[in-house]
């Protein structure tokens, strides 16, 4: 496997980076407090998932 013969720069591999981006997690509002929540997981605030208590949140 061929290695580099020269090193390359800092702006070299910051240009090959600049696509490389976080993207925002994606929320959903709740059917039951209608609060925007992280999907697939309990609503915090009432505590329902899937149209089921899961536990229930401090006041």
């Not at 070299?12 to 709740?30: D, I, M, Q, V």
């Not at 997981?41 to 899961?54: D, H, I, K, L």
Request: hydrophobic residues 15%; proline residues 10%; charged residues 25%.
């Amino acid at each position: 496997m061929p290695n580099p013969k020269r090193r390359h720069s800092k702006t070299r591999g910051r240009k090959r980076r600049t696509h490389y981006k976080a993207t925002p997690s994606s929320t959903a509002e709740c059917p039951q407090c209608h609060e925007m929540k992280l999907q697939h997981r309990a609503c915090p605030n009432c505590g329902y998932y899937n149209g089921r208590v899961m536990f229930s949140p401090k006041q």
